[in-house]
């Protein structure tokens, strides 16, 4: 692994900024951006922080992660949540290493399956299909399962029967297995 120090560029942030804001910015070397496929065309960044170390990684497109992860024998499900007959969001799942990537379609946050969030982690995907199937607690739960051949509550496999339908909206989700 190459490695190199850098120089944060601090300077005001301007425009319609507060007085006191600040911008910064770092220039990695072209050559390492080259190689993980920035170009003009394609320059969108995914940054991940844990608390102590900023990662960037070149962004990939949903289709693009869905093969990539297929490619590795990944169980891989692809997601499409409607609105009625418009397509709001494309959710590419990697159940084998609990990845997902979403490309929204819809431009109104409230119609896309994660709001504003464009990207969403593991847990953020298992509440979206806990919100799209009947509630665990609800009561008469053990017979609903039976009615739909299932021995055990899990939302995936709700939503693979009832597409994930319910009465408070007109949303409805079809899911494929990435062959």
Known sequence: MEQRTAKINISSAGGTASKNSKACKVTPP??????????????????????????????????????????????????????????????YADLTSQMVVVENQAVSPVKTAFGNNALPDWGDFQEFLSERCIPRQRSGLREYLETLGLEEYDPLAIIEKTGGQMAEDQQWLTIEVMK
Request: aromatic content about 6%; some cysteine.
């Open 30 to 91: 072209k050559t390492w951006l080259e190689e993980m496929g920035i170009t003009d065309e394609c320059r969108e960044l995914a940054l991940s922080f844990d608390g102590t170390r900023i990662t960037l990684s070149r962004r990939i497109s949903g289709p693009d992660f869905a093969v990539q992860q297929n490619m590795l024998d990944h169980d891989v499900r692809i997601l499409r949540l409607y609105d009625g007959e418009e397509l709001c969001s494309s959710i």
